[in-house]
């Protein structure tokens, strides 16, 4: 039973147009919600994350957005850069943070120069 | 940088072998957390520990146990190394709310 759903398992963009990457979830419990980035051969990096009295969350490129009644959260990179080429994990967990994680099965986003 | 370190970073073992990894943390951090990454599944949690010597199941504990016998190290052992044991492990650690990962150990079970 996967809880978290990451269901486009790749994404291209052009340099410097919105990536869009999405997640959903089943579990309602679910309060915390985080985003991951991953390079080949590191360990995942902490982007961002929003908590379910939130709907939005924005750190400078990175915007993540909540809709709880549709159990949907979203990644929005603008400008996509070079950079920005990895592999990105939505994870969620209960009592705001103060519990396990689980993460999506990740999307692969290329960014086109 | 969370002051991690795993060891070994790259491993490559027989089957049946015992094997052991180990995750180091030098901030203090309570909770430390198992992980391993496997094509299709994002990443699973294999074990945690909310501190000394208190440890817990993941979703994926079969064939794996945990140690921990102070804050600051998370020993990992495959007791008899099996194929379908062959991943990337990595260690996170959390004091609450996000978690920061290890770099990561490339486990080969031949």
Redesign the interface.
């Given at each position: 039973d996967q809880q978290v759903k990451?269901n486009s398992p790749s994404l291209s963009v052009q340099e410097g147009r919105i990536s869009i990457l999405n997640c959903d979830y089943t579990n309602s419990m679910f309060d915390?919600f985080?985003w991951?980035k991953k390079y080949p051969?590191?360990?995942?990096?902490?982007l961002i994350?929003i908590s379910s009295i939130k709907d939005k969350n924005e750190d400078g490129r990175f915007t993540v957005f909540l809709n709880k009644s549709a159990k949907h959260l979203s990644l929005h990179i603008v400008p996509s850069q070079p950079g920005d080429s990895a592999v990105y994990?939505c994870?969620a967990s209960g009592n705001?943070?103060?519990e396990?994680?689980?993460?999506?099965?990740?999307t692969r986003l290329t960014i086109i120069p | 940088d969370a002051g991690i370190t795993q060891s070994p970073r790259h491993k490559v073992t027989e089957t049946g072998t015992p094997v052991t990894l180990r995750c180091h943390q030098t901030e203090n951090h309570r909770y430390m957390y198992w992980y391993r990454q496997d094509p299709g599944h994002g990443l699973r949690l294999i074990h945690y520990s909310y501190g000394v010597k208190d440890t817990d199941k993941g979703e994926v504990s079969d064939g794996y146990s945990v140690s921990r016998s102070k804050t600051e190290d998370f020993l990992l052992t495959l007791e008899s190394a099996t194929s379908s044991q062959t991943s990337v492990y990595f260690c996170a650690v959390t004091n609450g709310g996000e978690q920061y990962f290890g770099p990561g150990t490339r486990l080969t079970v031949t």
């Amino acid at each position: 039973d996967q809880q978290v759903k990451q269901n486009s398992p790749s994404l291209s963009v052009q340099e410097g147009r919105i990536s869009i990457l999405n997640c959903d979830y089943t579990n309602s419990m679910f309060d915390y919600f985080l985003w991951y980035k991953k390079y080949p051969a590191e360990g995942p990096t902490f982007l961002i994350s929003i908590s379910s009295i939130k709907d939005k969350n924005e750190d400078g490129r990175f915007t993540v957005f909540l809709n709880k009644s549709a159990k949907h959260l979203s990644l929005h990179i603008v400008p996509s850069q070079p950079g920005d080429s990895a592999v990105y994990f939505c994870a969620a967990s209960g009592n705001f943070g103060n519990e396990k994680l689980t993460f999506g099965t990740g999307t692969r986003l290329t960014i086109i120069p | 940088d969370a002051g991690i370190t795993q060891s070994p970073r790259h491993k490559v073992t027989e089957t049946g072998t015992p094997v052991t990894l180990r995750c180091h943390q030098t901030e203090n951090h309570r909770y430390m957390y198992w992980y391993r990454q496997d094509p299709g599944h994002g990443l699973r949690l294999i074990h945690y520990s909310y501190g000394v010597k208190d440890t817990d199941k993941g979703e994926v504990s079969d064939g794996y146990s945990v140690s921990r016998s102070k804050t600051e190290d998370f020993l990992l052992t495959l007791e008899s190394a099996t194929s379908s044991q062959t991943s990337v492990y990595f260690c996170a650690v959390t004091n609450g709310g996000e978690q920061y990962f290890g770099p990561g150990t490339r486990l080969t079970v031949t």
